[in-house]
């Protein structure tokens, strides 16, 4: 039992370990996407409409955040990473 | 790297890393971490009126994570998150216009950070006296009752005491039956706390989610977290209406957020309760020191 419950956690730590790479990577990405690409529109917008800027920003946010988890959930799923889930 | 809308240049790195240990904090805790944030980022260089709206920002990208993820362990009570969300932004509306009114015919600077000081002092030593006194419970029985134990139960007995209709249950929460005008109450206080100290309030909300609506730790974390998403969003649109968010740079910081935020959110699930509420008791603390140095440097 004792053994078992040894796998089972080193399994659990490897899992975990993936997943965090995985997304560690996926933000890496995301980071000079966003540098690169958002930052010349976002700041004409935030110099010439502040209503906008701030829809923008807050959907930015939230679509980041989902996205990100989003992908990372089905990585978790396409590779069988559930145990990391409890 | 060059952050032109605010206009500074700023390693990123940096933000990463600051993202990345309020995340875990957050994920942990169910805490914003804008106490912690805000002074770092003023720290590496980022101009004070751009450093609450661009924490804010990053703390609901993070807090959108942790919620995810904890609601996939169970760890999410949606239902009383919603009712506490009313009481707070109510409470926030109330507590602002208190200072408002006060600012008005005196300073009011002194009087926040002594307010601020006593409220997050009695959290802490309530909280570490609780978890301490709990933890010595569980390890002097043979047989530890599950992963939650509450070493401190008269305030939520008594608030289950109050029968005044309409009664709600929260089954996510194991609350049979609870008034909703107490749920309503708790979370008008928080907010009022939050509104007059002008703070994120996972610090308050917290503990009152524990101790006075018996709300399980892991829950507790999960819930905050969700009405922090709310009480953070708020935050971040009426701050970039005033032209005080970076949002390249909260993107920035919210990727490493979002890495802690699940680091924190998985690893409460190797800590009973007791244990978790013991290691929060010290961040009221850490939030003490960091109010009584900006008193003494000149002011809130």
Known sequence: VESKQKNSARRMIRNFLIEVAAYGALLVAYFFFALRYLGEPLQRIYETDLKSYALWGTILIVVQAVVLDQVVGFLVDFFKLHQTDG | ?300
């Open chain 2, 1 to 300: 790297l060059n952050f032109p809308i605010s206009g500074v240049s700023v390693d990123p790195f940096a933000l990463v890393l600051i993202g990345f240990i309020v995340g875990v904090l957050g994920g942990f805790f169910g805490v914003g971490g804008g106490f912690l944030a805000g002074p770092f980022m003023f720290w590496i260089g980022v101009p004070g009126n751009f450093v609450v709206g661009t924490d804010l920002a990053h703390i609901t990208g993070k807090s959108i994570v942790a919620f995810r993820r904890h609601r996939a362990l169970g760890n999410v009570d949606i239902k009383l998150g919603f009712i506490m969300v009313i009481g707070t932004v109510v409470g926030v509306e109330l507590g602002a216009q208190i200072i408002e009114n006060m600012e008005a015919r005196h300073s009011v600077d002194l009087f926040i950070g002594i307010l601020y000081v006593v409220i997050l002092l009695l959290v802490g030593i309530f909280t570490a006296f609780e978890s301490i006194r709990t933890i010595r419970r569980i390890k002097s029985s043979d047989n530890p009752e599950g992963r939650e134990i509450l070493g401190f139960q008269k305030i939520t007995k008594a608030v289950r005491r109050i029968k005044i209709a309409p009664m709600i249950s929260f089954p996510n929460s194991g609350i049979e039956a609870i008034s909703l005008w107490v749920v309503l109450g708790v979370g008008l206080a928080a907010g009022l706390i939050t509104g007059m100290l002008g703070v994120g309030g996972g610090f308050i909300r917290m503990p009152m989610f524990i101790y006075i609506l018996g709300v399980p730790t892991h829950v507790a974390v999960g819930t905050d977290l969700f009405e922090i998403i709310f009480s953070a969003g708020f935050g971040t649109i009426t701050h970039s209406l005033k032209g005080n968010v970076d949002i390249i740079m909260a993107l920035v910081m919210q990727t490493g957020a979002a890495v802690g935020a699940q680091i924190g959110s998985i690893a409460t699930q190797y800590f009973r309760g007791p244990w978790i509420r013991l290691m929060f008791s010290v961040l009221p603390f850490i939030g003490v020191l960091l109010v009584v140095m900006k008193l003494f440097n000149g002011g809130m």
